[in-house]
């Protein structure tokens, strides 16, 4: 097991390297603006984080991104689990669910702007709405195939809500409260930057429209390695170890 575990993470090294030294050769044969060597990235990457400018505006978009994550799973996760276990209510609000769903998230945030202006409630609003449908289309689908056995079993040994809810209800649906936050993840990155790019002063998607106006690549590259960083630090750091956790009771 460990020695297949080490495999897999020099592959893996193996694989960064492949993908740097192609992009080193790729810069190198067309000496171009447009593609800046590595090291001019990391140099850039530096300097942008020495200088405190990087380190801001991230963290500006990470306030968002928790804000809205947090606000779109806790109200997604409790309407899909009404949805999901009451038929009426999901036969009305099917419909709803389906034109939110398809509403382009651009068209959501200029909306958003126009109501309610350019201020951070409405930008955050504006990344809940694009968010929350999917929320809870994956947790409805999760409540309808909880086991009814279970549930039964559970109501006839008088264990209570909570208990019902933290041994019978969480573990079945936890796989898919996971689908739903790591997806979320990589959709919320998405609109979060086009809410700031049209409404903010501040935060990564408005350094990546002043760094597209004065066409430099190499700040543009090194704001997207910061991203990549910020996910493999949730990836690993948080969601892996919940997932581990919260995935004992199968052992």
């Not at 297949?4 to 044969?29: E, K, P």
């Not at 398809?102 to 409630?121: H, K, M, Q, R």
């Amino acid at each position: 097991m460990i020695a297949q575990a080490f495999g897999q993470r020099t592959l893996a090294a193996l694989s960064l390297l492949t993908l740097f030294a192609a992009w080193h050769v790729a810069a190198l044969l067309l000496e171009s603006r447009t593609l800046p060597l590595p090291a001019t990235v990391a140099a850039t990457f530096w300097q942008a984080c020495a200088s405190g400018e990087l380190p801001y505006h991230l963290g500006m978009t990470l306030l968002r991104l928790l804000a809205s994550f947090s606000i779109a799973m806790v109200l997604g996760c409790a309407i899909g689990v009404a949805l999901g276990r009451h038929a009426g209510l999901n036969a009305f609000f099917d419909n709803w669910l389906l034109i939110f769903l398809n509403v382009p998230a651009l068209v959501t945030i200029i909306l958003c702007y126009v109501w309610f202006g350019l201020d951070e409630s409405a930008a955050i609003l504006a990344v809940v709405i694009n968010k929350l449908p999917n929320v809870i289309v994956t947790i409805r689908e999760g409540a309808r195939s909880l086991d009814q056995d279970l549930l039964e079993m559970a109501e006839s040994y008088r264990l209570g809500k909570w208990k019902t809810l933290r041994h019978v209800i969480w573990p079945q649906l936890y796989p898919f409260v996971m689908g739903a936050t790591r997806s979320g993840l990589a959709l919320i990155w998405k609109i979060i930057l086009v809410v700031e790019l049209l409404g903010r002063s501040n935060g990564m998607g408005y350094q990546l429209h002043v760094f597209f106006q004065l066409f430099d690549v190499a700040s543009l590259l090194a704001y997207t390695v910061a991203f990549i960083i910020v996910i493999q630090i949730i990836e690993t750091g948080l969601l892996k170890p919940l997932e581990r956790k919260a995935q004992r009771w199968r052992r």
